[in-house]
């Protein structure tokens, strides 16, 4: 049975840092998954944040560039977003999504886009407060 696992959400103030961490059991090797991170803020849709292409390719929506880094660590399996000069309309629910394919979607709803992809996080929530 293949375990998504994710951690680092918290409360903090504006400009404060966090960083999400996803750690994936699978057999496959991982750097046989194209990875990326959605939040979900009011509502039911999901918002791509970032993602990493299996060659290692990144991509970043608009209001998180230059404040947000992904990264992963094959040995440990895991995926992480570095989260820097956190504003209050960061606050939402984190969840990390992983496919042997592509992570492309923008944004759809969060219960569509688990069943779209491979492996799907059980969320993180992060608030920051101003």
């Known amino acids: 049975e293949v375990h998504v696992v994710e951690s680092g959400g918290g409360s903090v103030q504006t400009g404060g840092s966090l960083r999400l961490s996803c750690t994936i059991s699978?057999?496959?090797?991982?750097?046989?998954?194209?990875m990326g991170w959605y939040r979900q803020g009011p509502g039911n849709d999901c918002e791509l944040v970032s993602t990493?292409?299996?060659?290692?390719?990144?991509h970043y929506t608009d209001s998180v560039k230059g404040r947000f880094t992904i990264s992963q660590d094959y040995a440990k399996k895991s995926l992480y977003l570095q989260m820097n000069n956190l504003k209050p309309e960061d606050t939402a629910v984190y969840y990390c999504?992983?496919?042997?394919?592509?992570?492309?979607?923008?944004?759809?709803?969060?219960?569509?886009?688990?069943?779209?992809?491979?492996?799907w996080g059980q969320g993180t929530q992060v608030t920051v407060s101003s």
């Open positions: 699978s057999e496959l090797g991982f750097d046989e998954y194209a």
């Open positions: 990493i292409s299996r060659a290692g390719d990144t």
């Open positions: 999504a992983a496919d042997t394919v592509a992570v492309t979607f923008s944004r759809l709803p969060c219960h569509v886009l688990k069943k779209e992809y491979t492996y």
